[in-house]
């Protein structure tokens, strides 16, 4: 089963005008988190290595197609972090055995425990991985035309790992394409960079969203009405891919299962039980934790300034409430300090005792 996904029609624009026959040592893809820019990287991975003669690729019929496909294409090198492993291609795509790649569900967590924390996937590239990728890399492609580097996100390469990079980049090999995949384009290297053409993604229309959603859903025996999918996609902040993923129920070990209580809890504002709220939610991964927390104060502020609800305007009744006894200059301090830590949180080890602080601080803003 091929794995080509098609081409999401936001991206159409983008991948017609890439030149196949002038194709950079290295390009830096980048666009707004959940658009699907992985996808179209991998699209772009696999053309380059496709071997068919026509103008059309990837064909997905020829032996390279294929040979990508299962993830045994001897000149494609995908770096991830571990945790994202199971985006790659490899065997069984789509059979039993692939499913047993995918996040753990039904597996008992214990967490609050730094042993088995220990043993979670890596959301790093680590510097060995890096070193391993490029280490054959001065050698000739095996199919004798060209190699083909991905590296998602680059921004979650840690400075030994980046320096490893930069100077590859910096004397690049011969026919080898670096395929750079970024959802934060300031966290970058200037250097790493420079050295790349940058390929901005855009993200879809509010309609493209909203239709492509509804198809996806159709194809997957799911109905759910319009609304529902509007209210999705405006919680996931318009990130297309968050939003099926949750429609679809495979958001519910993250982010899906913790927008209602912390929403509820949030709602609270200067009543908010702290430490019930933090029992119930720092299971969860810490940066979706913030990006709900940095969205509820979003729409905070918005309130409070214009009378506008972004994310969450199935709470509008809460955010009126809530903003009308928030006191204004704490809010923007939390704001401010919100996006701090998100700055840090790939650094931060998220545990109830940050999520309490956090918390205590949202309490805050209610008092004098
Ligand atoms: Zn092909």
Sequence with gaps: MAIDKGLYPWFTQAWSELNFDKMPHAILIHGQTGIGKFDFALRLAKALVCESDSNIKPCCSCEACHWFDTGNHPDFLGIVPEDQAQLLPHEAMDGAEGAEDKPKKGKKKTDDDAEKADKKASSFIKVDQVREALEGINTAPHRGRQRVVLLNPVESLQAVSANTLLK?????????????????????????????????????????????????????????????????????????????????????????????????????????NWLVAAELIHKAPMPELLVILERWIADLLSVQQANLVRYYPSKQAELQRCAQSARSNKLSDFWKALLDARRHELHALANRLQIEALLIRYQEIFKD
């Design 168 to 272: 590859t980049l910096e004397e690049p090999p011969e026919s080898t394409l670096f395929i750079l995949v970024s959802d934060r384009l300031d966290r970058v290297l200037p250097t790493i960079r420079s050295r790349c053409r940058l390929l901005a993604l855009p993200r879809p229309s509010q309609e493209q969203s909203l239709t492509w959603l509804v198809q996806e859903l159709s194809m997957a025996g799911i109905k759910v009405d319009r609304a529902q999918v509007e209210r999705a996609l405006s919680e996931a902040g318009g990130a297309v891919m968050d939003a099926r993923d949750y429609l679809l129920g495979s958001g519910e070990e993250g982010a899906g299962a913790l927008v209602e209580p912390l929403l509820k809890a949030l709602s609270e504002g200067g009543q908010i």
